[in-house]
């Protein structure tokens, strides 16, 4: 079942560390919370060849599936309560917000 680890991360996954780091929450938190979504079959861990402390969290197949099947729902959502909220000039001026934020945090400070 499981592929043997390569070099380069898995295609629909993200790295531990760097997931722990992007939502802000304790380490310990990320990892209670991926073992009942592997428990739930929804991810599994894959070893970083690079990083031997570190692994991978990859979307399974159910997982992918239940992705794609929340994702209309949950973007209809933010449209309703966060995007239709907004008139053209609101959305332009969050448009360029967002657009510098997306640059590497280093470039904010």
Excluded: N, W, Y
């Amino acid at each position: 079942m499981g592929a043997a680890p390569s070099s380069t991360p898995p295609a629909v996954g993200a790295h531990a560390g760097s997931t722990t780091a992007a939502t802000g929450r304790p380490r310990s938190r990320l990892s209670r919370h991926a073992t009942r979504m592997e428990a739930r079959g929804l991810i599994r861990r894959a070893p970083d060849p690079a990083d031997g402390r570190g692994c991978f969290l990859v979307l399974t197949e159910m997982g992918l599936d239940t992705l794609r099947q929340a994702a209309p729902t949950h973007v209809a959502s933010v449209r309703r309560h966060f995007v239709d909220q907004l008139d053209p000039q609101e959305l332009t001026v969050l448009s360029r917000v967002a657009a510098k934020l997306a640059g590497e945090p280093e470039d904010l400070l």
